[in-house]
C-alpha cells in the first residue's frame, strides 16, 4: 500500500486534518518496528479529555513501513504523518518538533499509551503555575507490574542536580515541556544512540527550565531492554557515562554544578565497573572479575565489594557462585 502524501524537505510525506490556528500541544510519537502496538497508542491520543492537540508520527526508517503504513491509514485524516531514513529517536523527535506547531510538546513512544486524563492533567499543571516549562508524572510500568517512581522515585525538586544525581528520573512518555525550552537547550542530540532522553532534560535543566512533575500514574509504560540483567545494566551504564561526560565537557559549569557531575560520574564508573565485574564472574574469568571489583571498591567502597574481593582471592570458584544471586541493578540503570 502506498500511501498518498506530498514532500517535506524534513521527510517524506505529510497528512494532516485541515484546521485554521495552531494547536495547543503538538504531540510527537516516533514509530519505528511497533506497527502491531502503534494503534493502541492512537486510541489513548484520540481518547484524552483534552482536544488542543495535533499529532505528529515519524516513521524513522522503519522496517516495518509497510505494516505500519497499512495500521496507520484509518488516522491519516487525524495525524502529520512524516517519513524519514533511520536517525533513532533523538533524530525523529527532532524531526518532529521542527514540524510542530503548538506552543507546547507532548512525548509518547509508540509503544506507550496514555490514560485518558494524561493530557489534562499535565496541562492543568502547567496552567496552575506558569512558571512551568516541563512536567512530567508517573506510569505504570507493564513489564514488571509497578509504578515507575515506585522503582525509579522522584524526590524534591526536579533541578538540574536532582537530574544528575536521579534524585528525579523523567520517563519520556509523560512529559509535556515548552517548545520554546528544549529548542534553547539544543533540541535532542542525535549522536547518542541510548539515552538522548535523560540528556535533553538534563541540558534542559540547566538552561534555566522550571521543571514539576505528578506522582499521579497517567500512562502505561510498555517499553523494555533486550538481553539480560547485567547486559542491560552495563550497557546502561555506559551510556550514562557518555552523557555525564558531555555534560562536563560542554555545559558552562559553576563549581558547585561540576562537583555533582564529578561525584556521580565516578558513582556510575563504579557501578558499570561491578556490572562488568560481575559478567566476567559468570565467565569464569576470575583474574579480570578481580581488576574490575578492585577498580570499583577504590570509587565507591561498599562491604559486599570488600567480601567478593577478598573471596576471589581465597576462593575464586565459590566466589563465582554468587553470580546468579547478585544481580541487582543500581540505582536509575534498570
Same mark, same amino acid.
Given at each position: ?32 518496528? @511497533? ?15 483534552? $482536544?488542543?492537540?495535533? %499529532? ?44 510542530? !506547531? ?6 509518547l513512544?509508540?509503544?506507550? @499509551?496514555w ?9 492543568? /499543571? ?20 509497578r509504578?515507575?517512581?515506585a ?5 524534591g525538586?526536579? @533541578? ?14 509523560? *512529559?509535556?515541556? !515548552?517548545k520554546?525550552? /528544549? ?9 547518542l ?15 534555566g527550565a522550571?521543571?514539576?512533575y ?5 500512562v502505561r509504560?510498555n ?20 552523557i555525564?561526560d ?11 554544578? !561540576?562537583? *555533582? *557531575?564529578?561525584?556521580? @560520574?565516578?558513582?556510575? !564508573?563504579? $557501578? ?8 566476567? /564472574?559468570g ?8 581488576? $574490575?571489583?578492585?577498580?570499583?571498591? %577504590? ?23 554468587i ?12
Amino acid at each position: 500500500m502506498k500511501l498518498s502524501s506530498t514532500v517535506l524537505n524534513t521527510g517524506e510525506g505529510r497528512q494532516s486534518q485541515t484546521v485554521d490556528r495552531a494547536p495547543k500541544v503538538s504531540i510527537i510519537i516516533p514509530a519505528y518496528n @511497533t506497527a502491531p502496538l502503534i494503534a493502541a497508542c492512537l486510541v489513548s491520543v484520540f481518547s484524552q479529555t483534552y $482536544h488542543d492537540f495535533e %499529532v505528529i508520527v515519524v516513521n524513522d526508517g522503519s522496517p516495518d513501513t509497510p505494516q505500519l503504513e497499512t495500521v496507520l491509514e484509518p488516522y491519516l485524516a487525524r495525524i502529520v504523518y512524516l517519513k524519514q531514513p533511520n536517525k533513532r529517536a533523538a533524530g525523529a523527535r527532532n524531526t518532529a518538533i521542527a514540524n510542530a !506547531r503548538g506552543e507546547w510538546l507532548a512525548f509518547l513512544d509508540s509503544d506507550d @499509551t496514555w490514560l485518558p486524563n494524561h493530557l489534562a492533567a499535565q496541562m492543568e /499543571l502547567v496552567a496552575h503555575d506558569t512558571n512551568l516549562d516541563m512536567v512530567y508524572c508517573n506510569g505504570f510500568r507493564i513489564g514488571d507490574q509497578r509504578e515507575f517512581m515506585a522503582k525509579c522515585p522522584s524526590h524534591g525538586p526536579a @533541578t538540574f542536580a536532582a537530574l544528575i544525581e536521579e534524585r528525579c528520573q523523567i520517563p519520556v512518555s509523560t *512529559v509535556v515541556v !515548552r517548545k520554546s525550552s /528544549l529548542v534553547k537547550a539544543g533540541l535532542f542530540d542525535e549522536q547518542l544512540a541510548q539515552c538522548d532522553d535523560y540528556d535533553m532534560w538534563v541540558r534542559t535543566a540547566f538552561h534555566g527550565a522550571k521543571i514539576g512533575y505528578s506522582r499521579q500514574v497517567q500512562v502505561r509504560l510498555n517499553g523494555g531492554r533486550p538481553g539480560s540483567l547485567s547486559q542491560s545494566s552495563s550497557k546502561m551504564a555506559a551510556a550514562y557515562l557518555k552523557i555525564l561526560d558531555k555534560v562536563n565537557r560542554t555545559l558552562p559549569l559553576n563549581d558547585s554544578d !561540576r562537583h *555533582v *557531575v564529578e561525584k556521580r @560520574t565516578q558513582e556510575i !564508573r563504579a $557501578h558499570y565497573l561491578v556490572e562488568q565485574g560481575k559478567l566476567l /564472574l559468570g565467565q569464569q574469568q576470575f583474574n579480570e572479575a578481580l581488576d $574490575h571489583f578492585s577498580e570499583a571498591n %577504590v570509587l565507591l567502597p561498599k562491604p559486599k565489594l570488600s567480601l567478593v574481593l577478598f573471596g576471589l582471592k581465597v576462593a575464586p570458584r565459590a566466589t563465582g557462585k554468587i553470580f546468579s544471586l547478585w544481580n541487582r541493578p543500581p540505582r536509575g540503570i534498570a
